[in-house]
């Protein structure tokens, strides 16, 4: 459906669970967040209640997050569920790709559609400052098994303005093989507003510099606000998420469902509708849907992450709300 703003909203991040085993700086802090209990997790009966409800309100593709999606037992019945839902076109799935090699099969069986790995460095030592533990090998092993599976696949790399950050050698990966890498821009939101944000610009002079001439390529390669550039000889694409030096708002076509069951419209703000409430105090389909089109029709405008004053600014992490 469309909101306020004529956005039409077709597309819902699901942030399975908040538990993670990594705990990227920008995201998470060393001693993880304060994990909800296992009631307090929306079940997987609750979400395709939610999702099947959506899908009448024009939902039509849905992206598994966290926490890390993988570390929640089950995770691809989850998705083959979601596939056979009557309006699911696509079924995605963001992870960091330690646990991948595990359940890469299970999820090709279950029909998922495309996925992005998260990985921010190629560096060893690098990795284990990022993300507190010593497990890039696991992630290696991860976006091989998923590049044997033939599943459409994306890095997603955030900048974090570290001089050391091999940037180039994480976009080199587009270079031999089709896979897409997009650069993301550090978003002020949790632990992430302790970083600054390394621009689209630079970046695209470090490729020109390192790689020839850069083309924006038309294409659309995905559900969301990415654009994409070709580069001499590479086989992927690399793109920018860059919330932030070409805000995207205008053209948003998502909401979210944090773990908790909490239907969110904006990333940056506390606006939503506890849905799991409504669920659990018996409330029917049609309540249940009419509270989902309230917090589609109230959707902010945009967000105001260069604003000082910011009310109801969201307050929790990324690993809680799903990225
Ligand atoms: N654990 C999975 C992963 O890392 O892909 C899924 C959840 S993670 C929260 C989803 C994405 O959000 C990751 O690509 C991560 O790098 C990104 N992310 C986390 N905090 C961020 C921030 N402050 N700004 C921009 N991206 C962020
Ligand atoms: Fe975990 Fe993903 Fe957050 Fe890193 S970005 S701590 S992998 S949820």
């Not at 966290?66 to 839902?85: C, H, I, N, S, Y």
């Not at 790709?97 to 495309?114: N, R």
């Not at 944090?258 to 029917?284: H, M, P, V």
Request: net charge neutral; with cysteine.
């Amino acid at each position: 459906m469309k909101d306020e703003f004529a956005r039409n909203i077709d597309y819902l991040r699901i942030s399975v669970t908040d538990r993670c085993n990594l705990r990227c700086v920008y995201c998470m802090p060393e001693e993880g967040v304060d994990c909800a209990s296992h009631d307090d997790i929306l079940r997987y009966d609750e979400i395709l209640r939610i999702c099947r409800g959506l899908t009448g309100l024009g939902i039509r593709k849905v992206k598994l997050t966290g926490g890390e999606p993988l570390v929640r037992k089950d995770l691809p019945w989850l998705a083959a569920r979601l596939k056979r839902l009557e309006g699911i076109e696509k079924v995605t799935l963001t992870t960091n790709g330690i646990l991948l090699p595990q359940y890469m099969d299970e999820l090709k069986k279950a029909g998922i559609d495309g996925i992005n790995i998260s990985l921010d460095t190629l560096d060893p030592g690098l990795f284990e400052q990022i993300t507190r533990r010593d497990r890039l090998k696991e992630v290696k092993e991860g976006i091989e098994a998923a590049y044997r599976s033939g599943i459409p696949l994306k890095i997603n790399c955030v900048p974090l303005g570290n001089a050391k950050q091999d940037l180039m050698e994480v976009a080199a990966l587009a270079r031999e093989r089709k896979i897409h890498v997009r650069f993301i821009e550090m978003m002020p939101i949790g632990y992430g507003k302790q970083f600054t944000f390394l621009g689209e610009g630079e970046i695209l002079q470090m490729l020109e510099d390192g790689f020839g001439a850069v083309q924006p390529c038309g294409e659309q390669l995905g559900n969301g606000p990415c654009h994409y550039y070709s580069l001499p000889g590479f086989c992927g694409k690399i793109g920018f998420i860059s919330a932030i030096s070409h805000k995207f708002c205008s053209g948003c076509n998502r909401i979210r469902l944090t773990s908790q069951g909490f239907l969110k419209a904006c990333l940056q703000y506390e606006t939503g509708c506890d849905l799991r409430k409504l669920l659990r105090s018996g409330a029917s389909d049609e309540v249940i849907l009419q509270a989902a089109e309230e917090v589609i029709l109230k959707k902010p405008k945009g967000h105001q992450f260069l604003e000082r004053e910011i009310r109801e600014e969201e307050s929790h992490s990324m690993a809680q709300i799903g990225g």
